[in-house]
């Protein structure tokens, strides 16, 4: 349910916000706090006029909690709290479907518009709501809030907090799935231009409305999507809760799996296109969603508590991530990093399918077995290629930038070390690179042309751009080169069929990707 909140300064302005929200909302939010000119029955009867559908709350915001209370152009015109129970009592005289009070107005307060509400047939219904337009707080608090609003028995309770960080998105929707356990109508979401994520998931985790604006300029709270923008995302995420149909006051039908990347930065990531390609053709409700994360830990606790089905974990998280998790898989912890989570109801497990798509890209490509493969790098995926080459029954040798660290690599898989300046003189089948070099936008490559004349097959894990500049040399040398798409491909469907146990669609993944990967080039 998309509500609109009308905010307009003048009565005149609000009676046509009114009529055209009700063209394209399910509900309004009349906040009477801010609408000059009072009026309140024209306002509640040009509503009820302009749609005979149409829900109507009534608010007027306490100043303290009102996010746009700074802001020069709005002014609160209700100051005392007797003035703002007589107005919330009123509309409910007037029929409102809706009343909003905050907690912070004290249990008699809300008691007595609970028992008001009763005498007059009980069609109003009570919104608790509680708004923090300077931070989200930890989950455990919010939780205590959200049981002190639940405890008066509203139909819905409203928790609004500011987000500083993405994490904080995490904390606020998982306040979701957990109303729905205490049998709570709920609507949670951040504010702010960094909680923005959280209004454009929140319908599909169950909130019970999300809100938006006709204009840009008419935003009540900062961070909120324009009616038509959050028309979009729901259409693109094709929700059956967001759906006007919604009978008033339902709870959401089963929840649908959802799953992350936590990563920083995410921006560049073609995961989620990937990833929400292969949902949308596997029939699989629920969404992939990407988030730019600083606090690592606050971001695995959000996992937990709203109950995502799985992560991938991407730079620089895939060593850090581990001590945060239930559980590492024997292949993740041989390697040494995580870039999968399952969540078993509850229980985290980290594994890794880096090397797995590396390998089903190579055995693609050449034999592995009792073959030499010179490995490019010593970090993350030079340790996932190296396990998945000696798994096959491969060779390895390592050839790093910095000696220590290759040669560290190297003693621990009991294999050849090269400085990367040798590389040239080494004797292999193959040579991959898992260093960034070269990754878009820069036309770079680990190794001078001239090296790789010895090759028969050349590898790049990068894959944007889709021929980079060492496989471009390398083909000119004559060699079989092998894009990193294939295994970007195949980690991510590997990480799918964990989540799922389903078998994803491989080939319509890579296409989307090399769709995209077309249009960059
Ligand atoms: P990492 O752990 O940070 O390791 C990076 C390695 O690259 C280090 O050994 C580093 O050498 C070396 N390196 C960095 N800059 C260099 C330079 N200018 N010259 C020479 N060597 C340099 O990173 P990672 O997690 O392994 O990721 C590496 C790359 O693999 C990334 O580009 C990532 O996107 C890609 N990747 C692709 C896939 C896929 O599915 N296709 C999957 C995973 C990763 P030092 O030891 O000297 O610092």
Not at 37 to 59: D, F, P, Q, Y
Not at 97 to 124: M, N, P, W
Request: charged letters at 20%.
């Amino acid at each position: 349910m998309i509500c609109i909140p009308i905010t307009a300064g003048t009565k005149k302005e609000a009676l046509h916000a009114i009529e055209r929200s009700c063209q394209f909302a399910d509900s309004i939010e009349l906040r009477i706090d801010l609408i000059g000119g009072g009026g309140l029955a024209e306002l509640i009867s040009t509503a009820r006029n302009s749609s005979g559908l149409i829900k109507i709350i009534v608010t007027c915001r306490k100043k303290e909690e009102d996010a746009c209370a700074a802001a020069a152009h709005i002014k609160s015109t209700v100051e005392n709290t007797k003035k703002k129970i007589a107005l919330l009592k009123e509309a409910i005289e007037l029929g409102a479907d809706f009343v909003d009070i905050e907690l912070a107005e004290g249990r008699s307060a809300i008691k007595g518009l609970q028992s008001f509400c009763a005498k007059h047939g009980g069609k109003t219904k009570i919104i608790i709501s509680y708004h923090n337009v300077k931070e989200t707080p930890a989950l455990t608090e919010l939780k205590e809030i959200f049981h002190q609003c639940a405890k008066a028995k509203p139909a819905i309770v409203k928790m609004v907090t500011f987000a500083k960080t993405a994490e904080d998105n995490l904390i606020a929707l998982s306040l979701i799935p957990y109303a729905r356990k205490h049998s709570q109508e709920i609507i949670s979401l951040c504010m702010g231009d960094k909680g923005r994520i959280s209004r454009a998931i929140a319908p599909f985790l169950g909130n019970y409305l999300s809100f938006a604006t006709l204009a840009r300029e008419g935003q009540s709270a900062p961070g909120q999507f324009t009616v038509y923008e959050m028309k979009q995302i729901n259409e693109l995420f094709k929700s059956e809760r967001t759906s006007p149909s919604v009978p008033v006051l339902s709870m959401p039908p089963l929840q649908p799996q959802n799953y992350v990347l936590l990563g920083n930065p995410v921006g560049q990531s073609l995961s989620q296109l990937m990833h929400d390609a292969a949902l949308k053709k596997m029939g699989i409700e629920g969404i992939y969603s990407a988030f730019c994360v600083h606090n690592l830990g606050g971001a695995v606790q959000g996992m937990r508590a709203m109950n995502i089905r799985g992560a991938s974990v991407t730079i620089p998280f895939k060593v850090a991530v581990m001590e945060y998790l239930d559980d590492v898989d024997d292949d993740a912890m041989k390697i040494g990093a995580v870039n999968t989570i399952i969540n078993n109801n509850g229980r985290l497990i980290g594994c890794n399918t880096d090397w797995l798509g590396l390998i089903l890209t190579l055995k693609k490509a050449m034999p592995v077995k009792n073959k030499t493969f010179v490995i490019i790098g010593a970090g993350g995926t030079a340790r996932a290629t190296a396990y998945g080459i000696i798994k096959e029954g491969g060779f390895p040798i390592i050839a790093n930038r910095t000696p220590e660290k290759g040669k560290t690599l190297s003693d621990k898989l009991n294999c050849p070390f090269y400085s990367l300046t040798e590389s040239g003189k080494i004797k292999a089948d193959c040579l991959i690179n898992t260093t960034p070099v070269g990754m878009y936008p820069k036309d770079k490559s680990p190794v001078k042309a001239a090296a790789l004349g010895g090759y028969k097959y050349v590898m790049d894990v990068i894959y944007n751009p889709l021929k980079t500049k060492l496989l471009k040399d390398a083909e000119k040398q004559g060699c079989h080169i092998i894009s990193g798409v294939d295994m970007f491909v195949n980690q991510g469907a590997e990480q799918l069929l964990l989540w799922t146990g389903v078998e994803p669609p491989r080939a319509l993944m890579k296409k989307v990707i090399l769709e995209r990967l077309t249009k960059i080039e």
